[in-house]
T-cell receptor, first 112, second 114 residues
Framework: QQQVKQSPQSLIVQKGGISIINCAYENTAFDYFPWYQQFPGKGPALLIA?????SEKKEGRFTISFNKSAKQFSLHIMDSQPGDSATYFC???????????FGGGTRLMVKP | EAEVAQSPRYKITEKSQAVAFWCDPISGHATLYWYRQILGQGPELLVQFQDESVVDDSQLPKDRFSAERLKGVDSTLKIQPAELGDSAMYLCASTRTANTGELFFGEGSRLTVL
């Protein structure tokens, strides 16, 4: 059973556009939601993270929006660049901090 | 900048052979994880260590997989015998404390079983 559902599986965006990736979860014990970025042949790297006590967090061109009541969160990449082309994973950690659960991933391609 | 070291980067083996992967976490990181990532999917936790103790190995196929972190520093993941379905990227990650969700991943060991 996939505890964190991510969509879309793939996304193509023009340079300068906005990339939006969505995730949904069921486990109310999740209380920390990081996003990871993975380039081909590399391990995932932490991009940005949010706790459910805030509805939005912004770091540069990357913004997480969080809807606690709907149990959904999303990553927005503003002014998308070809260098942003990678696979993005949302994830969730439960309040015991015992396990990081990943979504299925979104392969983003930003066209020049 | 400190990194998680993994070896080998690539391993090709035949079905029924034994394989082993090694991981050296960032110095001072007490928590170490092994994840398996099948191509096109998200990483799935195999085992989590806190120092030398196993915290969670509920998803580790214990009939063929074993993991150890004897001195609470580096770790080894072994598969014996390897099966075709084990072909995947094996990722090691570490973190200073387990409840941050801020994991530092190595570059992974890609296993191909023929």
């Amino acid at each position: 059973q996939q505890q964190v559902k991510q969509s879309p599986q793939s996304l193509i965006v023009q340079k300068g556009g906005i990339s939006i990736i969505n995730c949904a979860y069921e486990n109310t014990a999740f209380d920390y939601f990081p996003w990871y970025q993975q380039f081909p042949g590399k391990g995932p790297a932490l991009l940005i993270a949010i706790r459910p006590d805030v509805s939005e967090k912004k770091e540069g061109r990357f913004t997480i929006s969080f809807n606690k009541s709907a149990k959904q969160f999303s990553l927005h990449i503003m002014d998308s660049q070809p260098g942003d082309s990678a696979t993005y994973f949302c994830a969730a950690v439960d309040n015991a901090g015992n396990m990081l659960t990943f979504g299925g991933g979104t392969r983003l391609m930003v066209k020049p | 900048e400190a990194e998680v070291a993994q070896s080998p980067r690539y391993k090709i083996t035949e079905k029924s052979q034994a394989v082993a992967f090694w991981c050296d976490p960032i110095s001072g990181h007490a928590t170490l994880y092994w994840y398996r990532q099948i191509l096109g999917q998200g990483p799935e936790l195999l085992v989590q260590f806190q120092d030398e103790s196993v915290v969670d190995d509920s998803q580790l196929p214990k009939d063929r997989f074993s993991a150890e972190r004897l001195k609470g520093v580096d770790s080894t993941l072994k598969i014996q015998p390897a099966e075709l379905g084990d072909s995947a990227m094996y990722l090691c990650a570490s973190t200073r404390t387990a409840n941050t969700g801020e994991l530092f991943f190595g570059e992974g060991s890609r296993l191909t079983v023929l």
